[in-house]
């Protein structure tokens, strides 16, 4: 159910009776904690993958144009090779960005690049897509990968 967040193993609750999120520090080992403050009852405490969840739950779904689809370069022994999965609709989100849907889910069913990724075009162009990516646009498939490739391998190169 579009709205619906599941805090725990027995507990939904509709996205609406979530009044705010606030960072609540990090615990003894470092991790990131959140609190949720529900309408009228109280808080709970979130875990930093909670949070990633709950922000990324979509509130509304709009179908997508066919052609559509979401890309995921990687790397096999520095070669580059390109996932592809049609995108079958637009989630709103919680967190207010606009993310992905894949026949896998929201950001092809994992955190895609936390929210943000490209997607293809169907008159051949690439646009990012994400609250984290400043607005981009390749005019081909290929102009991406080389930017991609050229990304990995600066990448590679801070690591040397």
């Known amino acids: 159910m579009i709205g619906m967040f599941d805090l725990d193993w027995r507990t939904s609750l509709p996205l609406s009776r979530i009044n705010k999120i606030l960072s609540d ?3 003894k080992h470092g991790v990131e904690k959140y609190r949720l403050f529900l ?3 109280g808080s709970c405490e979130l875990s930093g993958f909670a949070y990633s969840r709950v922000i990324s739950t979509p509130l509304q779904l709009v179908p997508a144009n066919p052609g559509i689809e979401a890309l995921q370069v990687g790397f096999d022994e520095g070669d580059p090779f390109v996932n592809r999965a049609p995108v079958i609709a637009w989630a709103r989100c919680f967190d207010g960005s606009i993310r992905v849907v894949t026949p896998a889910g929201v950001d092809d069913g994992h955190m895609w690049k936390e929210g943000q990724g490209y997607v293809l075009m169907p008159d051949g162009s690439v646009h990012s897509v994400g609250a984290y ?5 390749f005019d081909s498939l290929q102009e991406y990968i ?7 391998r600066q990448r ?3 690591k040397a």
Do not use: A, K
């Open 39 to 41: 309408d009228g009852e």
């Open 25 to 27: 520090g990090t615990n």
């Open 146 to 152: 080389d930017y991609e490739v050229d990304q990995q």
């Open 133 to 137: 990516l400043d607005v981009c646009r």
């Open 156 to 158: 590679q190169e801070e």
